[in-house]
Antibody, heavy 115, light 111 residues
Framework: EVQLVESGGGLVQPGRSLKLSCLASGFTFSNYGMNWIRQAPGKGLEWVASISSSSSYIYYADTVKGRFTISRDNAKNTLYLQMTSLRSEDTALYYC????????WGQGVMVTVSS | DVVLTQTPPTLSATIGQSVSISCRSSQSLLHSNGNTYLNWLLQRPGQPPQLLIYLVSRLESGVPNRFSGSGSGTDFTLKISGVEAEDLGVYYCVQSTHAPTFGGGTKLELK
């Protein structure tokens, strides 16, 4: 069974940093591109970043470019999102999702940016 | 950025009714490799989204065949042939031909 489990969220002050993780199981992680997608409270879905299976290709939304870094460790079956210079508008539920097709999603991890 | 416009924003339906949701793109979603990367997702209350349809019209495994997708280029449609109670939630189209973007969502509720 495919599972994606996010962790690392929490309450953080504006300007600070936070690192999210997504532990994958039930499939060959190293064969799939992965994504981070977020959803602000009561709002729609927003793509954040994508990374190819071997980390050769990485893309970011303009809203996070230069502040967030997506990475992966295929030996640990884990996807990461390093978030720096956090702003209040980054407050959201952050999901990891598999592949260009978004066929599997985690349950999400909440990030709240507030003083 | 590619903008996906979903209509209607809210849809009220009775059980058994057939409904359609439109997703219009500001640019063609036909990729140079011949694929059109337009998917449909359903997000039930309190749950992460789940994939229903990929590549415009291909039904994801385990998804009931009352769901169908169609379209090409810039105009796409999701149809539910006979709404059931478990279909309630917010539907999103998403494209990944270009830098990924999501539609604004269509909330399906019971009339």
């Amino acid at each position: 069974e495919v599972q994606l489990v996010e962790s690392g969220g929490g309450l953080v002050q504006p300007g600070r940093s936070l690192k999210l993780s997504c532990l994958a199981s039930g499939f060959t992680f190293s064969n799939y591109g992965m994504n981070w997608i977020r959803q602000a409270p009561g709002k729609g879905l927003e793509w954040v970043a994508s990374i190819s299976s071997s980390s050769s290709y990485i893309y970011y939304a303009d809203t996070v470019k230069g502040r967030f870094t997506i990475s992966r460790d295929n030996a640990k079956n884990t996807l990461y999102l390093q978030m720096t210079s956090l702003r209040s508008e980054d407050t959201a539920l952050y999901y990891c999702a598999r592949h260009q097709g978004y066929d599997y999603w985690g349950q999400g991890v909440m990030v709240t940016v507030s003083s | 950025d590619v903008v996906l416009t979903q209509t209607p924003p809210t849809l009220s339906a009775t059980i058994g009714q057939s409904v359609s949701i439109s997703c219009r793109s500001s640019q063609s979603l036909l990729h140079s490799n011949g694929n059109t990367y337009l998917n449909w997702l359903l997000q039930r209350p309190g749950q992460p989204p789940q994939l229903l349809i990929y590549l415009v019209s291909r039904l994801e495994s385990g998804v009931p065949n009352r769901f169908s997708g169609s379209g090409s280029g810039t105009d796409f449609t999701l149809k539910i042939s006979g709404v059931e109670a478990e279909d309630l939630g917010v539907y999103y189209c998403v494209q990944s031909t270009h830098a990924p973007t999501f539609g604004g969502g269509t909330k399906l509720e019971l009339k």
